[in-house]
Structures are given as C-alpha cells and as structure tokens.
C-alpha cells in the first residue's frame, strides 16, 4: 500500500465531512474548496504521486517531519543539516559494502557473496571483482552486522553504510 494513502487513509472521511460541512456554511474559499475535492477524488497510487511532488515542491525529504526538525517548507540550512542528522541517529536500513579484499581469500569471499545473494558463480565473482562494491542493501542492522562479520571472516574489508 502507498505510504502517503496507508498514513493519511484514516483522514479522508474526516476532511469529506469537514469539505461538505464548510460548502454548506458558505464562507468558503472556492478556490481552496475545489482543491480539497480533487484531492479527495484521487485514487490511491495518484495521492502517493502527488505526496511526492509536493515534497519535491517544497523541497522536503523522506524522513522530513516536525519531530526530525524538517518544519521549515523553505528548506533552510539549518533545517535541513538537523533533519539530515536526526536522520543518521535513527536509522534502520543498512548496505554491506566490501571495500577491499585479500587476494588469497577472493574465492571464499565469493562462496559468502554468493550464499547471501541469488547470484550465480560468474556473478558473484564480478561483484566482488568490482570491490569496493555494495553486495546487499536495506538491510536491519542485526543482519547487516551478521553479514559483515561472515565476509571479515572470509578475509574481505567490509563497511556498513
């Protein structure tokens, strides 16, 4: 599911009344009112598209929110550096990078690289060939950490990122 629909979903019934309520009072903005009804006319996959031009617009990213600090719309400096920081403390999705290996443990370098990934044997071999390379990414740090110690021990320099 779309992560703009699946946050906002539990809103839409409420800003359809609040839309029908305000057209019945009559001190509305029509300018504002018809926007509210084509937004409340999208399908799911367009509130998702429109989410993210308007972070774009607005220069906001992913992980922007009030609590990250992300609440100028402007996109500041300042902001910007402190959503970016707040970011770094609470993440949660890393990449396993080799950075370098030893030339006498490259073929168990590539049996680990192979075991962790659905590649054959010449695509593996080329992965870690093309050192320093990503070799899995998004992954929970437990599992990052496990996978970065399996190839240290095969005799690869490794970083998570």
């Known amino acids: 599911m779309p992560l703009f629909f699946s946050k906002f979903a539990p809103l839409?019934?409420?800003?359809?009344?609040?839309?029908?309520?305000?057209?019945?009072?009559?001190?509305?903005?029509?300018?504002?009112?018809?926007?509210?009804?084509?937004?409340?006319?999208?399908?799911?996959?367009?509130?998702?598209?429109?989410?993210?031009?308007?972070?774009?617009?607005?220069?906001?990213?992913?992980?922007?929110?009030?609590?990250?600090?992300?609440?100028?719309?402007?996109?500041t400096g300042d902001a910007a550096a402190g959503a970016e920081e707040a970011a770094a403390a609470v993440k949660t999705a890393f990449d396993v990078k080799i950075e370098k290996y030893e030339a006498a443990a490259k073929i168990k370098i590539i049996k680990e690289v192979r075991a962790v990934t659905d590649l054959g044997l010449k695509e593996a071999k080329e992965l870690v060939e093309k050192a320093p390379v990503v070799v899995r990414t998004g992954l929970p740090k437990e599992e990052a950490e496990a996978l970065a110690a399996k190839l240290k021990a095969a005799g690869a320099a490794v970083a998570l990122e």
Do not use: C, F, M, N
């Open 12 to 75: 839409v019934p409420r800003l359809r009344r609040l839309s029908t309520a305000a057209a019945t009072a009559g001190g509305e903005d029509p300018k504002l009112s018809r926007i509210a009804d084509e937004l409340l006319a999208l399908s799911p996959a367009e509130l998702d598209d429109y989410a993210a031009l308007l972070r774009h617009k607005l220069r906001l990213s992913l992980t922007s929110s009030a609590a990250a600090g992300g609440t100028s719309p402007a996109g």
